[in-house]
T-cell receptor
Framework: EADIYQTPRYLVIGTGKKITLECSQT?????MYWYQQDPGMELHLIHY???????EKGDLSSESTVSRIRTEHFPLTLESARPSHTSQYLC?????????????FGPGTRLLVL | SQQGEEDPQALSIQEGENATMNCSYK?????LQWYRQNSGRGLVHLIL?????REKHSGRLRVTLDTSKKSSSLLITASRAADTASYFC??????????FGKGTKLTVNP
């Protein structure tokens, strides 16, 4: 099991609410990623970070934002949730210098916006 | 970063049989990784094969890589019900980012 954690695991929330999905890892990895995945579909990279104070947008445009103030923590925030944000969100981390870019994934957060 | 395409999209077999799934990609790579995803969970890294390797084993898993055909295959021998999951390949070139396809959904029937 990878030492990467996501909370909450499930979230049901009303339209317009602000939410933060938490992701933390204890492996000391510099690189962290957020993916969005609809059921049975491919993962889409929405944000990534190469280290503290570094954040980049991924291949899929997302209305969410991220921050990286500490190495171990990479939260994702939606300022105003909408039903179109309903999806599974997966966080991952990697240390390319040690393991050729192998990514370790958290268990995911299933978000339902009503 | 480039996306791998897994084939078939779905595969259903009986326990004890072997399962083979394939991955194709378009441009040259440094390595190729395979991941498994159980329903509703995160991905788990299974195996990484480097571009200068042709075959690699890990327990009941066997991965091959043919860089001339830009393809890889994952073989699971003596499958078990617990192998039921989606399997994704991730070809990796110069970028550290991985791009995942839709995967192969494997069902192993008891």
């Amino acid at each position: 099991e990878a030492d990467i954690y996501q909370t909450p695991r499930y979230l049901v929330i009303g339209t317009g609410k602000k939410i933060t999905l938490e992701c933390s890892q204890t492996m000391g990895h510099d690189k962290m990623y957020w993916y969005q995945q609809d059921p049975g579909m491919e993962l889409h990279l929405i944000h990534y970070s190469y280290g503290v104070n570094s954040t980049e947008k991924g291949d899929l445009s997302s209305e969410s934002t991220v921050s990286r103030i500490r190495t171990e923590h990479f939260p994702l925030t939606l300022e105003s949730a909408r039903p179109s944000h309903t999806s599974q969100y997966l966080c991952a981390s990697s240390d390319p210098q040690r393991e050729y870019g192998t990514q370790y994934f958290g268990p995911g957060t299933r978000l339902l916006v009503l | 970063s480039q996306q791998g395409e897994e084939d078939p999209q779905a595969l259903s077999i009986q326990e004890g049989e072997n399962a083979t799934m394939n991955c194709s990609y378009k441009t040259s790579i440094n390595n190729l990784q395979w991941y498994r995803q159980n329903s509703g969970r995160g991905l788990v890294h299974l195996i990484l094969i480097r571009s200068n390797e042709r075959e690699k084993h890990s327990g009941r898993l066997r991965v091959t890589l043919d860089t001339s055909k830009k393809s890889s295959s994952l073989l699971i021998t003596a499958s078990r019900a617990a192998d039921t999951a989606s399997y994704f390949c991730a070809p990796q070139g110069g970028s550290e980012k991985l791009v995942f396809g839709k995967g192969t959904k494997l069902t192993v029937n008891p």
